[in-house]
C-alpha cells in the first residue's frame, strides 16, 4: 500500500468545514483512498472511501486530485464530536490496512 | 443489524500466561482481520482469515494465532504474554469481493499484561 502523509495536528471551530489534507503521491492505480477516525478509546469508524471520484456520503465529502496524489476529507459543519484522530489509509485489494499516526482533529467551541 | 462485538471488553493477565480474545463480525461478512493499537500508535495489522484459513499475517511473532469458524466468528490467541503485549486489540470485518472491501471495526478488547 501507498504511503500517506497527513498533518500531526489541526484545529477548527465549532460549525466550520473542517478540511484534512493526505498526500498519497506513490499510489498506484488499483488503491483506493479510504479514510477512518478513531475517538478515543473505540474502534476506528469508517468514514469514507473513494477510487478517483469525488464522493459524499451522509458524514463527510472526499475530493481526490485530478493526478490522485493527494485527496482532502471535509466535514461540512463540524461539531464537538468530531474531535478524534483522522487516518488517511491507501489501499489496494481486500488486504489488511495500514495506519499511520493519523491527524489529531480538535474542534473549539 | 448487529456490528462487530468482540469480547471480553477488559482483561488483565500476567508475564508469559496465555490469552484467547473473540470476536464475530458483522452479519453478512466472511473476513475477520485483527489489529493490534499500542498506546499512542496507530492500529498495526496482525493477520487476516477467510475461508477458516490465515490468508496474510503482518509483521508478529508465531505468539499470535488464530482461528475462524465455519459461522466466521474468529479469534486472537497470544500465548507466552510479554509486558509490550500490553494494547487494545481490535476486530474488523468485511465482505470477501473483489476490490478492497471496506473493514468494519469493532469496540475492542483492552489488555494489560503485568
Known amino acids: 500500500d501507498a504511503k500517506t502523509t497527513q498533518p500531526t495536528s489541526m484545529d477548527c471551530a465549532e460549525g466550520r468545514a473542517a478540511n484534512l489534507p493526505c498526500n498519497h503521491s506513490?499510489?498506484?492505480?488499483?488503491?483506493?483512498v479510504y479514510w477512518y477516525r478513531q475517538i478515543h478509546s473505540q474502534g476506528p469508524q469508517y468514514i469514507i472511501h473513494g477510487l478517483k471520484n469525488n464522493e459524499t456520503n451522509e458524514m463527510a465529502s472526499l475530493i481526490i486530485t485530478e493526478d490522485r496524489k493527494s485527496s482532502t476529507l471535509i466535514l461540512p459543519h463540524a461539531t464537538l464530536r468530531d474531535t478524534a484522530v483522522y487516518y488517511c489509509i491507501a489501499r489496494g485489494g481486500a488486504d489488511g490496512l495500514t495506519f499511520g499516526k493519523g491527524t489529531h482533529l480538535i474542534i473549539q467551541p | 443489524d448487529a456490528g462487530v462485538t468482540q469480547s471480553p471488553t477488559h482483561l488483565i493477565k500476567t508475564r508469559g500466561q496465555q490469552v484467547t480474545l473473540r470476536c464475530s463480525p458483522k452479519?453478512?461478512?466472511?473476513?475477520v482481520s485483527w489489529y493490534q493499537q499500542a498506546l499512542g500508535q496507530g492500529p498495526q495489522f496482525i493477520f487476516q482469515?477467510?475461508?477458516?484459513?490465515?490468508?496474510q499475517r503482518g509483521n508478529f511473532p508465531d505468539r499470535f494465532s488464530g482461528h475462524q469458524f465455519p459461522n466466521y466468528s474468529s479469534e486472537l490467541n497470544v500465548n507466552a504474554l510479554l509486558l509490550g503485549d500490553s494494547a487494545l486489540y481490535l476486530c474488523?470485518?468485511?465482505?470477501?469481493?473483489?476490490?478492497?472491501?471496506?473493514?468494519?471495526f469493532g469496540p475492542g478488547t483492552r489488555l494489560l499484561v503485568l
Open positions: 482469515y477467510y475461508e477458516e484459513e490465515e490468508r
Open positions: 474488523a470485518s468485511s465482505p470477501a469481493r473483489e476490490g478492497g472491501e471496506t473493514q468494519y
Open positions: 452479519s453478512g461478512h466472511d473476513t
Open positions: 506513490t499510489i498506484s492505480g488499483n488503491e483506493y
